[in-house]
């Protein structure tokens, strides 16, 4: 399935250094513009960086699990302030590792194996949620093994700050001690005992979500959420049966006194909390499709939510209106912001960086698809449509719909190949599929006229097409390509490109009549024309091939460059001395047409099948090139 990114979200990076499926990913740091990162897939743990201004990411470290075992961490988390990632592993233990991956500390814990676990930076206290519920660890120093090592290396010092030792950094002289056990209201531990209800039965949450500004720890348990104060253990939240189904994630929103719940059949769900009562306020987004995941941004205006469908949609939190939407191959495992405008998510091997930046915006809703844009001059745009319909817009138009003209689809059987314009004369001229070109009179104040259809190149098979203004053309290009004058002026012609390779100059003013050909290929179809009369140079290209040749009498028609570039070209225009060439791989070749030069403007990857450019436009007077691209 094609990846499409819509307008707001922008991929900066990918990171494909896991050989295997991606089970985690946390945000180590970030320092001198880059973003350092920790991922870990069943086998491997990586620390990498990622650099915004170029978009390239470098592994720094890596560490294969002990014993190769698959799995063998169960949750992981960091501790900024200590520089240390936390691990849950299968073997009961804790383990402690610096910045580099080295070990620091291992501890045991009577914990079962550990699904989710975070770090609390307020009261440097590890929360965990598992197979023996949720429960709160705190660090408790042994200073009698430490007086008592009369070995001990200089480097198991205890890190100290303001003479007092750092929590979680006094090396193999600490241990984990459970300080609290969160007991949900009306369930029954792991263990047995009873809690709160001796008649309720169930297991242990072993799903939590944490509210770092409220100290506030969200178990999850079935389709209830229930909010713990960390500091007492004290229930301040209890809502149950907010979904019928197991509640996979959720995000809270005091200020707004909102909660949004996704569950494992359903859709984002958000509740009001009037009073501390939850009441049901609206579904996010289609309710058929279940929700992978959600996050909220640094700020808490937006939230982010993926769908199994590979829907990724950003929503404003007041309206609940979504401002953004992506589609992707496949739907993201988890969705973490690291900045308030960039996020990423990962699925299978892949962990990607995403930008949120309204680069471009909607300009004009069209009732088919645009396949072509030509700029015309006095600020008119030339598109072509999907429904064989051609339309004149106008730039400066501030209405709805920027149409000037507007043509009704070609009055034949056949498909649009391509369109030009004569705006000195008012004539649009439509080449078919068939080879048959159609004229039409152009009006600014009633619907363009139907004038006359040239049957007669039908037979030439025609398959491109290009304007030649007679007032540019000088006397080289009068002799050159054998044009019809009118008072001792060149009159306006059309270039069209055949299937078997020729250039065709045709008269308009003589129903458009042939009156010059050349061989530009030998039995191979033209695919594109451009002509600049400036520079008194004809570009054409059939199938990967792009030639050069000049207009200058002198030279009479001599092919003064060839280029072959990657995929067979679609589209080719001129600007300032220069051919922007697109290609069906979607890749975009410049060409300096007085030197020869050429380099790769960019590359649209967009999965399969591959990105054609159908449109490329840049008009001398733009500060930069407007680029229009779609996919197959």
Not at 258 to 263: A, R, V, Y
Not at 290 to 309: E, F, I, V
Not at 357 to 362: D, F, K, P
Not at 573 to 601: F, Y
């Amino acid at each position: 399935m094609a990846e499409l990114l819509r307008p707001g979200f922008n991929l900066d990076s990918t990171f494909r250094a896991h050989g295997a499926a991606v089970r985690a990913v946390l945000l180590s740091g970030s320092s001198g513009g880059q973003h350092q990162f920790t991922s870990s897939d069943d086998k491997v743990l990586k620390n990498w960086t990622f650099s915004p201004g170029d978009g390239t990411t470098m592994v720094t470290a890596s560490m294969t699990f002990p014993g190769f075992q698959s799995t063998f961490f169960t949750a992981m988390t960091l501790g900024e302030a200590q520089g240390l990632l936390f691990a849950a592993c299968l073997d009961g233990k804790v383990r402690c590792y610096d910045k580099r991956l080295q070990l620091v500390s291992d501890m045991p814990w009577n914990n079962g194996c550990v699904r989710e676990m975070v770090f609390n930076t307020q009261r440097n206290e590890l929360m965990t949620a598992g197979s023996y519920g949720i429960k709160i660890w705190e660090c408790e120093f042994d200073h009698d093994g430490y007086r008592a090592d009369k070995d001990a290396s200089p480097f198991s010092m205890p890190r100290t700050k303001d003479g007092k030792v750092v929590p979680w950094c006094f090396g193999k002289y600490q241990n984990a001690s459970c300080r609290l056990a969160l007991r949900i209201p009306g369930i029954e531990a792991a263990d047995g005992s009873a809690a709160g209800d001796e008649d309720a039965g169930g297991s242990w949450a072993d799903r939590m979500d944490w509210h770092a500004p409220s100290q506030t720890l969200f178990a999850l348990y079935g389709g209830g959420v229930y909010g713990f104060d960390v500091g007492t253990g004290a229930c301040t939240m209890r809502f149950d049966g907010l979904q019928k189904s197991q509640i996979t994630c959720m995000v809270y929103f005091p200020d707004m006194e909102m909660l949004l719940t996704g569950g494992g059949e359903s859709g984002a769900v958000a509740w009001r909390l009037a009073g501390g009562t939850p009441n049901f306020y609206r579904a996010i987004g289609p309710t058929a499709v279940l929700l992978s995941c959600m996050a909220a941004d640094p700020s808490g205006t937006q939230l982010l939510t993926s769908t199994n469908d590979g829907m990724v949609t950003l929503w404003d939190i007041e309206t609940l209106v979504p401002i953004y939407k992506m589609k992707l191959s496949r739907p993201a495992k988890k969705i973490m912001y690291f900045s308030h405008t960039r996020f990423l998510l990962y699925f299978d091997c892949e962990i990607k960086m995403f930008s949120i930046e309204n680069l471009y915006q909607s300009w004009m809703e069209c009732n088919s698809e645009p396949v072509a844009l030509k700029a015309l001059s006095y600020g008119l745009i030339l598109a072509e449509f999907a429904d064989s319909s051609v339309r004149l817009l106008d730039t400066a138009s501030t209405s709805p719909d920027k149409s000037a003209v507007t043509t009704v689809p070609q009055l034949s059987t056949h498909g649009l190949a391509s369109a030009v314009v004569s705006l000195p004369t008012g004539r649009l001229f439509t080449l078919l599929t068939n080879g048959h070109v159609h004229v039409w009179e152009l009006h600014l104040k009633r619907p363009p006229a139907f004038c006359d259809a040239w049957t007669h190149l039908g037979k030439e098979g025609c398959c491109c097409i290009a304007n030649l203004d007679g007032e540019l053309a000088d006397p080289d290009m009068i002799t050159a390509l054998g044009l019809a004058t009118e008072g001792g002026a060149a009159a306006d012609h059309l270039i069209l490109g055949t299937t078997t390779g020729d250039c065709i100059v045709c008269s308009i003013q003589h129903a458009g009549v042939p009156v010059f050909r050349f061989p530009a290929f030998k039995h191979q179809p033209l695919q594109a024309i451009a002509l600049d009369t400036d520079r008194k140079l004809l570009v054409v290209a059939s199938r990967s091939q792009v030639r050069v040749y000049s207009l200058k009498a002198s030279q009479q028609l001599k092919c003064t460059a060839a280029l072959e570039v990657f995929s067979q070209v679609t589209k080719i225009d001129l600007l300032e001395g220069r051919a922007m060439i697109g290609t069906a791989s979607g890749s975009v070749v410049l060409v300096d047409l007085v030197t020869g030069r050429t380099g790769v403007l960019g590359m649209w990857q967009t999965g399969t099948p591959p990105a054609v450019v159908v449109c490329i436009r840049g008009g001398r007077h733009c500060e930069r090139p407007a680029w229009c691209c779609s996919t197959s």
